[in-house]
């Protein structure tokens, strides 16, 4: 394992429209503009914060219509992987499904960024045990990283019984986002909603108290429209979406500052540079 302790930093780039509950929505939002000003303003933090390395699972939909993107952020020295290419949850496609999916998408972040693709995410978490066949396809496709399960009990994704921490699926290292264990429940904090509804100062105790028990690395998300203070608003949605869509965005961009300048935290790629595992 390396010797320095530090934490992992993962970011989706996507956009929100690529949701579920939002792909059928009628909007004339300009996504390129939007997602480059979300990415810009990611980029520009962390490189005041140190200039600290990330992991960026990159829609292959979005490497297609916005190469120049992809590259700006290889260019900044961030670690690239694969976010599927149509952001579909993995569980609903035929493993010829997924292996098209996960190529198509391959190709155009290689292509946007001369850079081969080592690392995957699946949509929305969505890996369950019961794809055999998803370890080998990855396998086949040169994927040495893995950050697809969440070990939360969720209605739309978790698996609450799989390892909390890094470990080895068939030759692919697997890194699940962190948890806390409380009451024999693994509590989410470390991204998404959770990161945002929580104050800063309970993740703050929450990652402490990981670090000081298991001395493992935190690994977080984020994705660029919950780091956006001026996601632009969409009419006639449900309330239920609209709570998950804009909870604290407004304040969210200064809790991940302060998150990233208070711990360290790299890309995968980095992190595992002289791993042995
Ligand atoms: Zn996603």
Known sequence: MPTERKNILTIDCEDFLLLPAFKNLKSDIDLNQMIDNQINAIL???????DTKATFFIVGEIAKRNPDLVRRIRNNGHHLGSHSFKHSKAYKLTRSEFQSDLENSIKHITTASGEDVDCYRAPMWSYKPNMYW????????NIKYDSSIFPINRWMYGN???PRFTHVN???????????????????FCGGIYFR????????????????KYNHPILMYFHPWELDPNLV????????????????TKNSMKKFRRL??????????????????
Do not use: C
């Open 170 to 188: 068939q030759n692919i290292i697997e890194l699940p986002p962190s948890t806390i264990k409380i009451f024999g429940f693994n509590l989410p």
């Open 260 to 277: 990233i300048n208070e711990f360290e935290f790299t890309s995968i790629n980095d992190y595992f540079i002289n791993s042995s595992i």
């Open 233 to 248: 608003r969409v009419q006639n949605i449900r309330t239920l979406y609209k709570f998950v869509l804009y909870h604290n």
């Open 44 to 50: 520009i933090e962390l490189r005041n914060a140190n």
């Open 197 to 212: 509804f929580m104050p800063y100062r309970i993740i703050r105790y929450f990652i402490k108290r990981l670090k000081k």
């Open 134 to 141: 998803y370890w080998d396809v990855l396998s086949k496709k």
């Open 160 to 162: 609450p019984k799989a």
